[in-house]
C-alpha cells in the first residue's frame, strides 16, 4: 500500500503543462501508449475523489485508501476500454490511440454539450488550453446508460499531433 503522500499533486498554476503530466502516476509511458489504446489520467491535484478506482474492471487504475490521492495508471492492465472516461466527475481521463491507423491516431473523450458532432464530422482538435492544433473526423459516439449518458466522443486526427490533442472545438 502506498502512503498518502507517497504522489503529492503535481499541478503548479492553470492548466498542467508537460512537464507535470508525464510527472502525474495516471500518465502512461511512451512504450505502453505506443502499443495501442490506453487511458491518459490527467489529474494532477489531489482532491477527495476515486470513481475512476471502482470503475476500472481491470484494476489498471489505483488511488488507495486515502482517497485524495492521485491516480496511478498500471498500464500494463489497461485496455483503453474508456469506461473510466465518463466515470470521471473532473472530465480528466481520456483514451488515446496511437495505432489507430499508419497516418492517424484516436481519441476518446467525454463531450458534454450540445449540439453532439455526428460520426464522419470534420471538427477542429484543440490542445489542453482550447488552442486549435489540427484537424479531425469523428468515427464514433457512445451515449449509454453504462456512461451515465455521458457521451464520448471518438475522433481520429493526423498522428503528428498525437501528445498535443487533448478535446475538440466545442461546435
Known sequence: ????????????????NWEELVKSPGYPREELWRKGPIAFIECVEE???????????????EVGMS???????EGEKCIGCGICVAACPGLAIYIKDYTHKEAEASIT??????????KGQEVVMVDELGQEVCGGVVIRILETK??????????????????????????
Open 1 to 16: 500500500m502506498r502512503t498518502a503522500n507517497e504522489h503529492p499533486g503535481v499541478k503548479y498554476s492553470g492548466a498542467p
Open 47 to 61: 482532491i477527495p475523489c476515486n470513481p475512476c478506482e471502482f470503475s476500472c474492471a481491470r484494476g489498471a487504475i
Open 67 to 73: 482517497i485524495t490521492n492521485l491516480p496511478v495508471l
Open 109 to 118: 473523450f467525454p463531450y458534454e454539450y450540445w449540439p453532439l458532432p455526428q
Open 146 to 171: 453504462q456512461n451515465n449518458h455521458t457521451p464520448l466522443i471518438t475522433v481520429s486526427y493526423p498522428k503528428e499531433h498525437f501528445l498535443q490533442v487533448k478535446s475538440m472545438k466545442r461546435l
